[in-house]
């Protein structure tokens, strides 16, 4: 059970990856196991697009068997867990 506070701040919501634009200033996206259905440009596609939607210092968790290694965003987040696929978004250069 969510702490009742962390809960409130918590939204959740329903994001078409294909058709829909960046979707606001995350802290966290987490999204398991749904890039092994796609093809390599709608990966970059999507990581692009959560890229853009993450803040800097925010955090991308994608499923344990995906990650960002081959994508045209690696060089904007640091892997905090490569077993996990846990990543941080980097400071803006």
Do not use: P, W
């Amino acid at each position: 059970m969510f702490n009742e506070e962390l809960r409130n701040s918590i939204t959740f919501a329903y994001h078409n990856l294909v058709k829909d634009g960046v979707f606001g200033e995350m802290n966290l996206i987490i999204c398991r196991n749904g890039f092994i259905y796609f093809h390599k440009e709608l990966q970059n596609h999507v990581l692009n697009l959560f890229n853009e939607s993450t803040i800097t210092k925010g955090f991308l968790c994608l499923g344990n068997k995906e990650n960002i290694r081959f994508s045209m965003v690696k060089d904007r987040f640091i892997t905090l867990s490569e077993s996990h696929s846990i990543h941080r978004k980097k400071i803006k250069s």
